[in-house]
């Protein structure tokens, strides 16, 4: 057996993975999960292999998508397999699993080989899990950083200072960016902001801008808009900004871990193989949020601080009230509509303005736009005086929408269901966690019409039969859904004068 | 999307896994690997759900062999997919990640979830990794015991003590069993011993019993062999004692990770599965073998014995010298050809012939027919007297081989090649991994007439010229591969007098 038949399956398994007959694999002295080096006239490469006896035949090797694209093998080529070596990575991920701490060249070979799709799943989840329980301290993280800027796709900007803002998320209705992003951008600070879409969230930012405009931009694109109009809303998973980070929090995902040295590494390798230079980082804070209490807030902001400073992106931090949603709207087209509303100085609330505002003028500050302890009274100017719009207007012109969009063109979910205070009292709370499965059920993001409105906020007045919220589906079904969940979880509760009582023992669950 | 045409792929993924078209998954609220209900007439299961924009069209989904096969599906049959729960069992994997001891019931879970292949790769390798990280104490690990034959066959004997013997490997050549088992079964105590394949040493207990008489029997079949003839040397593998093991061991395997709770477990599940009351732990210690030092195996030997109490097995261990192969011969055949030149009475090697009768001596007292001390006298008469080898022909006939067979009938490999020594000394030692990987590419365990005979041993005085090692092959390009390796790794190096110097810093490495 000198050479094996290609027969190609068309299954992406994460990394280079192929089939081999169980006879010819113990002939080669392959065990399943070794690794099996493969020639083609193209090229060769190392893959792990997998083992059946029934599936593919003896003198067969099945390919799966990903060899049979690096090699550009076709069906029934043939093709030379001998036993390969484990990568050396697979040492450095055991070194981590013992606790040591892991070299510059170590991460380097562990992340070359995520990106390369070196590693199967189980290696990697192997890392993953090795991370999450030894973590990593700040040199790694910063090493973690250059290697994954390294071996992805990079923005350089022709322009200086490029600022950009990012939230740690976890509160529904953060549409914050559509005003901050034209408010610095119309004081002349370029800002190419990009961002993701939501994963367990109702909305994320990519998703609330993809109402007004297109989201999905190459590099070059990214570039050219922000260096003529002075920013961007593009959506940050159609550049391949640091590559790792996507595969990494692809095997998070399942296991539900979200270990500080990736959070970390996350954001500022996607921030620095951007081109950023400058970066504000919102950390909602509060019950229900990422982050619960101003400790906690005060190490992660000093840990983003300490690594930009390592890898050259000046960072601070704005610790935000996260403890209900951002303003009213939840939801891709409700929340465009409201940031929209807000632009265009209709009625909006004062919690988005306040926020975004706020953030826009810390950017305007360390970008040197603005004075010290200035720069809020600048960004509030510039949103009054309808700069803010006109800017917004041409970044979603740049952007390939439609300019002349107002906010009474967007369309929402035409199927509603109104959420009722059933007696007279206060609103004690709204439920980050309630609002977000709540609008999910209603079919947010993918439907972007669906979403709630909350009419009453925490510590609203309200009497019995007042609205307390709008649930929006683009289908009865899933309406009726969303409407069956929300009374179940309540996600506007009412109580009576006492909202709080201190200490709060709730509050530390 | 009500229903979605099933698309069946045979290719097994080691669990329950689908692959959802991109669009159909967003529009389920289905993130790529959460977790998917599908029904069909035949009933439900939970599987991971995989993501495609193009393998799979809209409408369709996706069936992997595990689904296939524990559904009944056939290919078009509509299928009902709905989004469904995580395991709980993820759960208890980030319980133990985060350090914490796991309940009974929570261990029983995992095991349950693994047997079932309800996890992914994904969440069994950070299963294991968390254990490999933070341990487990010995309730855990008995408690695993407990899962583990639970979730498997069991074997129940109607004749007690049932005895068995096991070797935690890692030296070549340890073909003992097939002298310590007819030596036991020939005093009437019953030895229904199951034992592996080779996975990384050139031949295991199976692949080297196998020369003489087929090893995959059904557990109804080892019991039966047992009780008529009083012993049996099977492959463990043909009887599904334990499973949760093996699915264990094959994502251990690529990280290399043997942590030790899963060595306790794997060896003491099967056996309990096996109905197995007085077991032999058989610990070969020294350089190149998987336990280096007595203070390591001594707290291994307590470890197996405080185990064995608490699932009720006794459990005796025996701490044998392991610095270089037992024996001379290495390889499926050469070694069934040595063990059956012992208990032939023609010429053997003493340490072979001790090692069998010193282990066989030791669980003839414990089942009670030899006196304490005077166990291994019972055995040395038992293979003196031709009982042994009786016995033995007994139970390659009732494993279905040919009982008249003797060690001239059988075949090695035809293409040799003689390592010899190019100076005056003494032999050094004999390296365990050389020889093992030598062995290998020679082409054992697949190639029973592979391997090697090693006529010099540690300490033998050697003129220049003399024969130190044969190499078996039967190829004559697997000879020329494994002569050329042999050539650079030099099994049997040949030095001065000085054999050892204490400290030995060597001995540390």
Sequence with gaps: MDKLKA???????GGFEVLLNSQDAEELGIHPLDRVKISCEKGSLTAVANVTPTLVKRGEI????????????????????????????LQYIKKKMNGQK???????????????????????????????IRGMDMDEIAEMVNAMVDTGERITFDKSPIVDVHSIGGIPGNKYALLTVPIVAANGVTIP???????????????????????????????QIAETVGGTLAWGGS???????????????????????????????????????????????????????????????QDFIELGRRVGIRVECAITYGSQPLGRAVGPAL????????????????????????????????????????????????????????????????QGGNPDITSDDIEVG????????????????????????ICRIAGAPKDKGAGMIIWQ???????????????????????????????????????????????DYSYMA
């Design 7 to 13: 027969k190609l399956i068309d299954i992406k398994q």
């Design 62 to 89: 099945g390919i799966f998508t990903e060899v049979s694209e690096a090699l550009g093998l076709t069906e029934g080529e043939l093709v030379k397999a001998i036993p390969g070596e484990r990568p050396p990575s």
């Design 102 to 132: 892991l070299s510059k060249e170590e991460i380097y070979a562990i992340i070359k080989d995520i990106v390369d799709n070196t590693l199967s799943d189980i290696e990697l989840s192997a890392y993953v899990t090795a991370v999450a």
């Design 193 to 223: 902001k990009t961002s993701s879409r939501a994963i367990t969230s109702p909305s994320g930012i990519a998703d609330t801008m993809e109402v007004l405009a297109p989201v999905s931009h190459t590099a070059q694109k990214i570039k």
């Design 239 to 301: 550049v391949n900004l640091a590559p790792a980070d996507d595969k990494i929090i692809r095997v998070e995902y399942p296991l539900s871990l979200d270990p500080k040295p990736q959070v970390l590494a996350s954001v500022i390798s996607k921030k620095k193989a951007a081109g950023v230079e400058i970066l504000l980082i919102d950390i909602p804070m509060g019950k229900g949020a990422k982050v619960e209490t101003e400790d906690e807030a005060r190490e992660l902001a």
């Design 335 to 398: 929340e465009a509509r409201e940031a929209l509303m807000a632009l265009e100085g209709k009625y909006a609330p004062r919690s988005l303005v306040e926020k975004s505002c706020a953030l826009a003028g810390i950017l305007l500050e360390m970008a040197g736009v603005a004075e010290r302890g200035r720069g809020k009274y600048v960004a509030e100017e510039t949103l009054r005086s309808g700069k803010a719009l006109s800017k917004f207007k041409e970044i979603i012109e740049a």
């Design 414 to 437: 035409k199927y509603t269901y109104d959420g009722i205070a059933w007696e007279d009292g206060y609103v004690q709370m709204v439920n980050n966690a309630a609002v977000t499965q």
């Design 457 to 503: 906020k925490m510590g609203s007045q309200v009497k019995k039969g007042d609205k307390l919220y709008t649930i929006y589906a683009e289908s009865s079904v899933k309406l009726e859904r969303a409407k069956a969940l929300a009374q179940r979880l309540n996600p506007v509760p009412i109580g009576g004068m006492l909202l709080k009582r201190i200490p």
